[in-house]
């Protein structure tokens, strides 16, 4: 099976513009998850799409958005960005519905805002 | 903030050597699990451990985990170069598959 692919792999924006991210999940994966990670903060949960439902939200402002299709590919979106916005940005994806599965990460998205 | 604790920050060992890195979290958790991480690439999946699990093992990996004192431990023996990473604990409540993660720890690993 191939694995979690995330599109692009490196980014450069400027202040104000806003991104859009994009995660392929494991073929036959329902669930896909994104994270953020920064040296400061670490790896942070930023949220969980279920079947195209929002399951879960982390503690970010709503600048940062999300949404899955069909397929179960999902895309993340930043509006207005931020220089702290720039982060590794990865994804993830499971099978189960109700944990107790691996999470396959993808490689990520490198962001860089200047 | 939610995000557990790991213990050493960093370290530096020989191959040959063991290397055990502990993790500590704050909430009630279903499963435990651990990840490394290449030069700030994707998280690599090595083991998972369910909260009614004392201890696991992996090839030379080992993971033991304390709900009474919310910690868990990774032994990884005979080291290699190649383990040379970081290594991430991170928790999952139950019916999620949302994961916090611990602050990692940065393993050295010399020839």
């Known amino acids: 099976k191939a694995g979690v692919t995330q599109t692009p792999r490196y980014l450069i924006k400027t202040r104000g513009q806003q991104v859009t991210l994009s995660c392929s999940p494991i073929s036959g994966h329902r669930s896909v998850s994104w994270y953020q990670q920064t040296p400061g903060q670490g790896l942070q949960f930023l949220f969980e799409?279920?079947?195209?439902?929002?399951?879960n939200k982390g503690n970010f402002p709503g600048r940062f958005s999300g949404r899955q299709f069909s397929n179960s590919r999902s895309e993340m979106n930043v509006s207005t960005l931020e220089l702290g916005d720039s982060a590794l940005y990865l994804c993830?994806?499971?099978?189960?519905?109700?944990?107790?599965?691996?999470?396959?990460f993808g490689p990520g998205t490198r962001l860089l805002v200047l | 903030s939610q995000q557990g604790e790991e213990d050493p920050q960093a370290l530096s060992i020989q191959e040959g050597e063991n290397a055990t890195m502990n993790c500590s979290y704050k909430t009630s958790i279903n499963n435990l699990q651990w990840y490394r991480q290449n030069s700030g690439r994707g998280l690599v999946h090595l083991i998972l451990?369910?909260?009614?699990?004392r201890e696991k093992h992996s090839g030379r990996l080992r993971v033991t985990l304390d709900t009474s004192k919310k910690s868990s431990s990774l032994l990884i023996t005979a080291s290699r170069a190649a383990d040379t990473a970081s290594y991430f604990c991170?928790?999952?409540?139950?019916?999620?598959?949302?994961?916090?993660f611990g602050t990692g720890t940065r393993l050295q690993v010399f020839p």
């Open positions: 991170a928790t999952e409540a139950y019916n999620t598959d949302k994961l916090i």
């Open positions: 993830a994806s499971s099978g189960n519905t109700g944990g107790q599965e691996t999470q396959y």
């Open positions: 451990i369910r909260s009614n699990e």
């Open positions: 799409y279920f079947s195209e439902t929002q399951r």
